[in-house]
């Protein structure tokens, strides 16, 4: 299951006053046990649809903090759905199901507040970047090229899943389009950044993965010692900073003293 978004995260992508009424979105509700269900807004990872996603975790979020919706545990967002989780002793889906229809009905606030994000990366060290190389080879480019691509594309965070921290970041240039890896690695080093079909993440733990590794960011993408733990939300626009194998040591250390300036890296959209 994706994790949910924290309150702190949610205040991050806050929603702005345009507005787009989707009164005429289709959606289906698909059963998810008996204590949630779905809300699906398509059958394709899009802009759009992350964005109706995301409209309706927080409108359902701010319904919850004026006290409506009573009995609703929480609203976890994927690509192109919003599961609701409830409580049964408190409400069902029955009656859920028309209160939200509403809310899509009376149009939900679509400009979102979101948080410009730059994420420091290493391309240069072979170790870091084991599969350039090969991604250069794959899609006819040079490693140089691969970088520039990769430093060009305007990625946006659409969830959080698989391990805590884990963001799945979609807007890779098209050019960079590969399949995952035919063998998966047993072992990904922590904050390695990687690329897979049209989308780029960083492992925030060393973990098995099959993504192309290209990079490795200094950064943690997940501390507890933090307020917030996990540092990238859902809505955040990101892009990447080449740095040089001796600016990675130097925030390296930082990061691991607990001193680094994390909100240096990130500026109001």
Same mark, same amino acid.
């Given at each position: ?50 964005? +109706? /996603?995301?409209? &309706?975790?927080?409108?359902? *979020?701010? #319904?919850?903090? %004026? @006290? ?87 990625? +946006? /965070?659409?969830? &959080?899943?698989?391990?805590? *921290?884990? #963001?799945?970041? %979609? @807007? ?98």
């Amino acid at each position: 299951m994706t994790p949910s978004v924290s309150e702190a995260q949610f205040r991050a992508i806050g929603i702005c006053s345009k507005t787009t009424i989707l009164a005429d979105v289709s959606v289906r509700y698909l059963s998810c046990g008996d204590t949630a269900f779905t809300v699906e807004f398509g059958n394709e990872i899009s802009p759009e649809i992350n964005g +109706k /996603v995301m409209a &309706l975790h927080a409108e359902i *979020g701010r #319904a919850k903090a %004026a @006290g409506s919706l009573s009995g609703v545990v929480e609203t976890v967002p994927t690509m192109r759905s919003l599961m609701v989780s409830y409580d049964p002793l408190a409400t069902s889906r029955r009656q859920l199901e028309p209160e939200i229809e509403a809310l899509i009905a009376r149009g939900l606030p679509t400009g979102m507040a979101t948080r410009r994000v730059s994420i420091p990366c290493c391309y240069d060290d072979p170790d870091f970047a084991p599969d350039l190389a090969d991604v250069a080879k794959r899609t006819k480019k040079t490693t140089e090229q691969v970088i520039t691509s990769h430093l060009a594309s305007p990625f +946006k /965070v659409y969830v &959080l899943g698989f391990m805590p *921290g884990l #963001a799945y970041i %979609a @807007g890779l240039d098209q050019a960079l389009y590969l399949p995952r890896r035919s063998q998966p690695r047993v072992r990904v080093p922590r904050s390695s950044v990687a690329i897979a079909m049209d989308m780029t993440t960083i492992y925030p733990f060393e973990s098995p993965g099959g993504w192309h590794l290209i990079g490795r960011t200094p950064l943690w993408m997940f501390d507890q010692r933090r307020e917030q733990p996990v540092f990238l939300a859902p809505g955040d626009s990101l892009s990447f900073q080449r740095i040089d194998r001796k600016s990675f040591d130097r925030i390296a250390r930082t990061v691991e003293a607990g001193t680094f300036d994390w909100a240096s890296l990130v500026q109001a959209a």
